[in-house]
């Protein structure tokens, strides 16, 4: 995690550090739902592993289970830094007269940059993996929807 800011390829800003977290991640799903599994029962038809060991399955699927978690959260962060960088201020209880306000009439500015956000992380995650699409953006609009409630 720590070499993930590093350039890929020689060139300065070839791949942004986010799209690399999505990739990352969706590389982590396929290999603990398709390729451990795989292996482990090759392995085990093979007579290289013992049929009843199953602490061999539990620690790779741990370890990689953990490097997902550790991937997920930084990119939940980072997206949650994007999102909520621009329009903090704005969400602050004491910024905006709630007392002597009108009735709405439109959409505030930070609501339509905010919906914007959403879709363009949307648009990031569509293409990888649809299941990794729903948990981070279920994840980001649980922010979204704490940050506002406060």
């Not at 396929?30 to 292996?39: F, N």
């Not at 995650?125 to 409630?149: A, F, P, S, Y």
Request: with cysteine; net charge negative; charged share 25%.
């Amino acid at each position: 995690l720590q070499e993930i800011n590093r350039p890929v390829g020689g060139r300065e800003g070839d791949i942004k550090t986010e799209e690399r977290l999505v990739l990352i991640l969706g590389n982590c799903r396929h290999t603990i739902l398709t390729i451990i599994p795989t292996l482990l029962d090759r392995f085990k038809a093979d007579g290289y592993i013992s049929q009843g060991d199953d602490s061999i399955d539990n620690k790779s699927l741990e370890r990689y289970s953990t490097l997902e978690r550790n991937i997920f959260d930084k990119y939940v962060n980072s997206k949650h830094a994007f999102l909520f960088g621009d329009i903090e201020p704005f969400l602050q209880p004491d910024t905006f007269p709630w007392a002597s306000c009108n009735p709405p009439t439109c959409v505030n500015t930070y609501i339509q940059e905010l919906a914007l956000k959403l879709v363009m992380a949307q648009a990031e995650l569509q293409n990888i993996d649809k299941d990794l699409l729903r948990r981070i953006i279920g994840h980001l609009l649980e922010n979204v929807t704490v940050k506002l409630v406060q």
